[in-house]
DNA sequence: CACAGTTGTGACCTGGCTGTGACCGGCGAC
DNA sequence: GTCGCCGGTCACAGCCAGGTCACAACTGTG
């Protein structure tokens, strides 16, 4: 899942991102409305953390914008005061969520999570293939009743092969879904993590390879 | 919105059809699987709430004839074992969602809710001939219920020649829609590839030579 | 601090894909 | 007939996408 956190307390923003990355998640960091306008539109987020007083453009502005252009983008709103007319401004903006200052770290995690799944369509909260199931929400895969031990990145591309349902997946396409941006359009890691990733995964091969395309799960019957 | 419950509890697909209505929705029930099939063909539904053990014609067999006519229809199919195996099976079937009995009654309609609010999320674009089927976003081609290994411009090829429905394609538009252009006109690469392409193709030949015009999908006739 | 787990990188290997050219066979033109 | 052309078949060789592996940087943890 692909975050951007806007908000101008650098530290704060640290926190934030970090504390998202331990979930797996990408995250980017804009520290003023000017940069996070830019990151919007120059590639893709699930979910925007969006402060409300942000230097620069400020954070109604860019909520706005974004409501206006339909974008697919979730955004969950902070803001210092924590009056309920904040909070019935901040939804009439089009925000998606809403969190005052000071919050409970988990909760936030808690809520960007949610966010990021309610996209759409119902998303069955549990994936599989097979003897292959995974539980995204809960973050656990198993194949034939055994537990496997994925770290965040191998989960996560996991997830992207099994929502696609058979669709081949390009490592851009990975890159972009589970990366951040700040990332080398030609690095190799994806190789690499696909390969960890099917020796977890162990016999019979779930992921094919699927030339030039890029990777699919199952294939075979 | 237009419902069809297909459920052989009679007691239980009264209450379902029932619950819906309240939520506006014009239900229709089949008690059976072969009335279930008689009222798919007979009308156009746009979400179908389908038990899995179905007497008559069995859920998984609509399911797929439904996934094969690539039907507009929405499946939200119900089962009686909560196992995740059926569970998995069900969404390979090509089931849209998936309700293990017993159910929470909002939840069932939450879900047939968002069904039909998923406006025919797109079908897989499928092309065929005759025994050979061929699954182009997905990049799978079959013959006789056999999965074909074909390299990307073998495979490119074919998607041609079956995007051309019969017409002759000449070696020319191929390599001008399949080979990048810095190709030499001249080459004999094509040749080859349709060489190759009809040996993995195997038996009866499909893809005929039409004398100085190219190549075209169709077998003798 | 040591330690373990995760991730990215670069080097190396390999198997399959692909283009080529040589050769063959059939068919129509003459 | 036979010549010429179009297309089929085949073996071969180079190449490259992708697999594998070891290692290093980094992070969190006790």
Redesign the pocket.
Known sequence: MRVLVAEDHERLARAVA?GLR?Y?MAVDVALDGDSALARLGASRYDVVVLDRDLPGVHGDEICRSLAAERSESRVLMLTAASSVQDRVEGLGLGADDYLAKPFDFSEMVARVQALGRRPGAPRPELLGYRDLTVDAEKGLADRAGRRL?L????FAVLECLLVAEGRPVS?EELLDRV?DEA??PF???V??????L?VKLGDPQLID??????YRIGGQR
């Open positions: 970090a331990r797996g031990a770290s965040p990145k191998e490592a990366w990332t080398d690095t190799t890691t190789k690499a993590t696909i390969n960890r099917r390879t699927v030339r030039e395309r890029g």
